[in-house]
């Protein structure tokens, strides 16, 4: 299995700023993907991040809000652009392992708060 | 389009009884199907899957659950539960045509209390 950390674990942003979160993998993965949460609700996805080029949004997702970046097989960012309360969430990033497991881990959440 | 349905939003189990939580599909193909744990302020730990084979899934955590394919449900359980196991639960489908992501049911809540 993969074992996903990520950082910051929680910040608090005030609106109209950006915040950068990082995600690390300890083995290189196939997919990877970041996901919203509100506490104690189901999971999102915003995009597939995609090494060596553009990310693919998920509808209601764009990329001048949500710029990601995958410069190598274990390293992803995800950026909450111009940010609003609205975007007060957990980002969880996830990967995919290498063969046919299909399974799909995931890091511990950058819980984000925006005033 | 792939799904996945959650039935409940919240289940209570008294400790030492036997626990399930409901997840139903529509899935055109063979489903790939996976059952998720998050315990507070935690990410997502897997449990089982099930691809293909037998339709009883051992897992983590003595948690184990059952494909059937005439209900096209997929039910999580354990035979005795423990209050550890208190925590939110994910049932997911591979949708592997679509770049591999995972869409997910909307989660139950499992309390298990002394």
């Known amino acids: 299995s993969a074992v996903i950390s990520q950082k910051p674990s929680r910040d608090i942003c005030q609106r109209g700023t950006s915040l950068t979160i990082q995600c690390q993998v300890d083995?290189?993965?196939?997919?990877m993907f970041w996901y919203r949460q509100q506490p104690g609700q189901s999971l999102t996805l915003i995009a597939t991040?995609?090494?060596?080029?553009?990310?693919?949004?998920e509808s209601g997702f764009v990329i001048d809000k949500f710029p990601i970046s995958r410069p190598n097989l274990t390293f992803s960012t995800l950026t909450v652009s111009n940010m609003s309360p609205e975007d007060s969430s957990i980002y969880l990033c996830?990967?995919?392992?290498?063969?046919?497991?299909?399974?799909?881990?995931f890091g511990p959440g950058t819980r984000l708060t925006v005033t | 389009a792939q799904s996945v349905a959650q039935p409940e939003d919240q289940v209570n189990v008294a400790e030492g009884n036997p626990l399930t939580v409901k997840c139903t599909y529509s899935?055109?193909?063979?489903?790939?199907l996976f059952w998720y744990v998050q315990y507070p302020n935690r990410g997502l730990q897997f449990l089982l899957k099930?691809?293909?084979?037998?339709?009883l899934v051992k897992g983590s955590y003595g948690f184990e659950a059952e494909f059937n394919k005439s209900q096209t449900s997929f039910h999580l359980k354990k035979p005795s539960a423990l209050v550890s196991d208190s925590a939110l639960y994910f049932c997911?489908?591979?949708?592997?045509?679509?770049?591999?992501?995972?869409?997910f049911g909307q989660g139950t809540e499992l309390s298990v209390k002394p």
């Open positions: 996830s990967a995919t392992g290498t063969g046919n497991s299909y399974e799909q881990y």
């Open positions: 083995s290189q993965v196939t997919m």
């Open positions: 991040a995609n090494q060596g080029s553009e990310a693919t949004y």
């Open positions: 899935v055109s193909g063979n489903p790939y």
């Open positions: 099930y691809i293909t084979g037998d339709n």
């Open positions: 997911a489908t591979l949708s592997y045509n679509q770049g591999g992501k995972l869409i």
